[in-house]
């Protein structure tokens, strides 16, 4: 395989990149001066070498502890369980939330064979154990089939495990279906302050 043909295949992986993108990114690269395209390759080999997932809360980091879990001005009482690290990104970006974060790295789906093993809820049941200083946790998984039904599985898992926390949901202000990732602001922060505890028969 050529060099071009295989920069092309490498970008065209990448979502949203169709295979006539992919084409027009690297005819672009070898138009610009030779550094501009050893630049992006540095860029992309320091993203695998230095950034890796916080032991914590599992969002993704250079230093570990991440900076959010070592932050003092944090309310370490209140901790919001997401899918991915891109979800973390989308609230801060929103501004309300002052809490910690433990991210699950997905959501499950059965038809995909991802089962409850895959997430790493484990991890957030020995933070519980450990901190007894957590009043609440705050289930952000996005508003999809398998969000609702990962959502609920989280509950049941922290009502086990730690009777004591208090467990709520972000409220239905994003679109069902849609992701928490592009949700604007405001809509994510109104969510937030809107939240509802789960309810046993009713949630
Ligand atoms: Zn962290």
Redesign the pocket.
């Given at each position: 395989m050529s060099a071009i043909e295989e920069l092309v295949g490498e970008f065209a992986k990448l979502p949203g990149i169709g295979r006539k993108t992919a084409q027009r990114l690297t005819y672009f690269l070898l138009k610009q001066p030779r550094e501009e395209a050893v630049r992006l390759s540095r860029a992309v080999a320091a993203l695998t070498e230095r950034v890796h997932a916080?032991s914590?809360?599992?969002?993704l980091?250079e230093a570990d502890?991440?900076a959010?879990?070592t932050d003092p001005r944090r309310d370490v009482g209140l901790i919001c369980v997401v899918e991915e690290a891109s979800d973390v990104a989308a609230i801060e970006r929103a501004g309300e939330y002052r809490g910690l974060?433990h991210v699950l790295g997905g959501r499950l789906s059965p038809l995909d064979g991802v089962g409850p093993d895959a997430l790493s809820l484990p991890g957030l049941v020995a933070r519980l154990a450990n901190g007894a200083a957590v009043r609440e946790v705050i289930v952000a998984t996005n508003p999809s089939v398998e969000g609702e039904a990962t959502a609920h599985y989280v509950e049941r898992t922290l009502r086990q495990a730690a009777p004591a926390v208090a467990v709520s949901r972000l409220a239905r202000g994003l679109p069902v279906g849609g992701e928490l990732e592009y949700a604007d602001g405001e809509t994510i922060a109104q969510a937030f302050s809107a939240r509802r505890t789960f309810s046993g028969a009713a949630g």
């Open positions: 916080c914590r809360c599992g969002d980091t502890p991440c959010i879990c974060y």
